[in-house]
């Protein structure tokens, strides 16, 4: 991934203070409105996830590849892939939407979590729900299920572009969880929306204080000229 | 609206004590039984909602209506509802039961928590869903998502009857919310039923408390013409 | 149900220390896959059930027989099979995953609780949602949902081979539930996977103990020869 | 089922002229809108269905008894009700809406044919469905699958009331098919459902010609009294 | 609708020769991507559709409004749209995507017919499929089903903005269907569409033309320089 | 490819006589029971497809990339796909189960025709599906739509594993489709799905021929000892 536009020293730390609410709408600025991993939630509500996006693929299980009661932690594309997601990343899991099995359970969570990855997203179920949501890593999914993923998944590369929750995720892109879902960020795109979220939730900041004192939504929500010029004092006086 | 049938004063403090697992079954006495809102919660496990019903429908959005960037307060039918929608009323949206984005968010509900609106109801998805959970306003809702409601929806218009979650809506109606979901009380059968749900209310903490001293259901649930006697014993007992 | 293979007397204590998870695991060791009782959740988070299969079957409503508003507890075939159920067992509902109604409510629920019985499965919505989740009895269901389970079902009748959630449950069988789910064992595997699963766990906290401490899940999970050498003292050394 | 109600010689020749749109509407009228199997097809577009059910039931399979790839033609549900349900009536078969696999193929639906069966209604899928299409018996399911009926379902009993395509089948019901579905007419209803049937046909033939003539709906649909003196004249003139 | 924006001439004329595949692409070019009615086709496949569009909108039915077996047609406000309906225009009808009941039946688009009108739209099912896709006039729905409106929806109103199959239909926005299924064509886009159709339909003639003599796709679709002044020619020549 | 296992020269001519029900069957002898491309059927009814598969896959489309309105011939790997799969195989692509959006229409489905392809299997929708009918090469699909790809669809890559309407895809299995559906032959299996393939369609001849004839199944289907004696004697009779 050399070839990787850098990010910002601090985009990702910034990132952490912005909502997925705030990311969208700015990735809509930019023309992205299919940018929502559809449908996962936070294994600990109130978990938030921030990282450069490790891909990982699924297809569907083979009964003669998958069924056989036997994994080679070497050759099996989900065993290997978290021995390599890079700490500080996240593992995104391409389990096509599929619920009808877990695609992760606590032991290998527990050792992704070791390892200092960033957290998983996956567009399918997990299994240990429980346990995996006490671990201090977020984990992001669509439901619990206590089958384990070579029932209906075949695990078959990493590193390509993906699609999870109906949304393209390319290895580097930046995924931003918490409790309203996960978004991706292409990677072109981080810094700036970076830079534009934490400016965009100081002035949601205000905006609410002003809503919470009683202003009506129009000047305000959005601001109009009066209002932006209010808030320019309030942010510099701070 | 000043043609609706009037609530009698105490119908609907009387509906707050009320659960709509109760109100399902009294409807059901007067032929109705279809009126649930499916599928939605409170964003806050334990929030109770009750009120008279003003509506919002969306329809799907259009890009070159909606996808513009930009909020007329005066002109979007979203807006002027949130401005619009009386004190102590419930703010029921006709999201056409799409989830893939959220038809409210923290500011807008905020600003109707100020207004004194009795809470919200929507057969969509909202963002912000932990703000909103933390407000002192309950919101009903089918899902969590962080996209703003712009990108699948058009606001029309306001004080329309509605569908909302499979069920008529109309102007006046009296909603009420609880864990198990949310009930549309026509408004001619408001009153009725907020009498009847007391008193059947009562009846049920008086077969509750038999069920848990050992009776069995036959005779106890439903109450036999001695348990009604006995019923009628405890009642003025009390 | 006298002819029921007899279950070894540790076999139900056991396998309330086993998790869905694992035993799902173990019974694709004698071939079966479809054993979950697919997206069904505790109404209150962190229950765990553990109990033999006692089966009713729902099928659809229809008008001129369940919308009588009367009910008769000594034909009703919910009501007859709540009195009926023996204390320890586990209620097992064939609700056709229809969430469209309650197929169960506070009432009857806690009926059951005070007759002993082990908790309820059903693959269809409960109405009381937050009263049956504070219960002393585990309850798994797929929804809340506030009408009453004349509106959608007919209880047609009791002790038969049914589905529920897409998995065959035969009178006798044994349900597991926790946080992930609930799963079927079939009545002739039961000791066996009890016994499995009771070592599987532990040699299960072994892995985790070491991944904890860093180890890779190569040689670890699953565990190499000598892995399985240093459990076995591990093991003896307890 | 010696016990059930007979019917009269010409219900079932009468049913075979009256369209499962009219046999809706006038269940209606006796309060019945959950007749309808839904979603079901003829394999063979303008195929006509008409006789009393046979009922057979599927609940899911397990692979331990049914993924044995061998077949008892004297113990399986399915084979043994092939050869059981009497020439007239129509095997409605419980497949629990599931298409994952067929719940019939074209030998044994083969053998229904030769042993006079009047037809097929499944809300599963079938497989060899052109075959099937081509038979002299009509056929109603929801799609085609080539799986065989083993891979998903278990056959467990027959002769019992089942659900099918969401509304009941009590053995002995008059089930009627035709190119908008299948419709479910309560036995106890049949009789006068066909006398009412053949009466509305008529009334709708005569309502049809007067809108292919230019009447406005207003008078005709439905009739007002004038027009009803007009269709009576209609009639005996006929 | 005297505040519409005039139609040219030759738009509606020029559209029918237009496919949907065609349209939808143009559409595309004006920011457009939400433009086709999910999961229509006509009753009678090959029938083609054009047509300003003519609004009518239901809401889900409440028994004591809908379940009266009367109907007014002076009041029910389908069937005062049955009756106002334009000539040449589409009746569009927002069934809110449900098929559990019909949504037209044969008497009814027998009227439609009779008057002139040039054809019907609904995103649920209609009933009498056979008759109705043997009139001459075409009928878009997404299934057959035996029932009557009446069973699940409430005509609410007619001529405003409504959802149809998940795109926003204003009234006067022109229709055009095909085996495709339909897409809505926002009024102020009409005249240009339809001119820019014309042309891109003669220019994948020409492509097709090519193809079909064996030239690769590169450099023919799209058409590179040198295809287009040969189409150029060819379009001259003709 | 050059590393697949031969085929043996007859098995495609040999399949292309086999029915997908027959072939379902035997894959289940070797453990394979989720070979089905799930909801697919051709254009045109009546198709029949057999070759091996090449494949292509879709991931979700992203605005800045996606919904520029050029194509690159020489870079988009559905068109750069076009032009590579090899006469007499099948493109098969994994348009991950949407339908929302045409994933191939008829001018490059044309030139499939011109370069000799066997045919195309897509779990998404087609547009021009009626001119795809009318074409010589049979192409099955989930549903018409007449959106272009690009609207949901990114064409990521060609050549990889792919999962296609919950089936795993690899290059070079052999792909057969009927009415049914189509079905998926890992290569390895083929040889001998062929050759057992034309007899098991022989013997259910058969089979088919004696039940026609009056036959019972008890002894028939499945053929018992006399009745598989029988069976020799007619087929070395022929």
Same sequence: chains 1, 2, 3, 4, 5, 6.
Avoid at 168 to 173: I, K, L, R, S, Y
Avoid at 196 to 206: A, K, L, P, S
Wanted: net charge negative; with cysteine.
């Amino acid at each position: 991934m050399s070839d990787l536009l850098p990010l910002a020293e601090e985009t990702l730390p910034a990132l952490r203070t912005v909502s997925t609410a705030t990311i969208t709408t700015l990735l809509t600025r930019h023309g992205l409105r299919r940018a929502v991993v559809a449908g996962v939630r936070p294994c600990a509500p109130g978990d938030r996830l921030v990282g450069e996006a490790f891909t990982l693929r699924y297809i569907p299980a083979r009964e003669d590849l998958d069924w056989t009661g036997t994994i080679d932690n070497l050759a099996d594309a989900q065993r290997v892939a978290i021995e390599r997601v890079p700490p500080g990343q996240v593992l995104v899991m391409d389990a096509r939407g599929d619920i009808s099995s877990g695609s992760l359970g606590a032991i290998l969570a527990t050792r992704l979590q070791f390892r200092g990855v960033a957290g998983v997203v996956t567009d399918g179920a997990v299994r240990d729900h429980a346990e995996i949501g006490a671990l201090q890593m977020p984990v992001f999914c669509r439901a619990a299920h206590p089958g384990a993923n070579k029932i209906i998944y075949h695990p078959q590369d990493f590193g390509l572009p993906i699609g999870c929750g109906g949304v393209a995720v390319f290895p580097g892109d930046v995924i931003v969880g918490d409790d309203d879902g996960a978004v991706v960020v292409p990677r072109h795109l981080a810094n700036q929306v970076a830079v534009d979220g934490v400016e965009m939730e100081r002035r949601e900041r205000f905006i609410v204080e002003r809503i919470r004192a009683g202003r009506s939504i129009v000047g305000t929500y959005p601001l109009n000229a009066e209002g932006l010029a209010e808030y320019e004092r309030w942010k510099s006086g701070r």
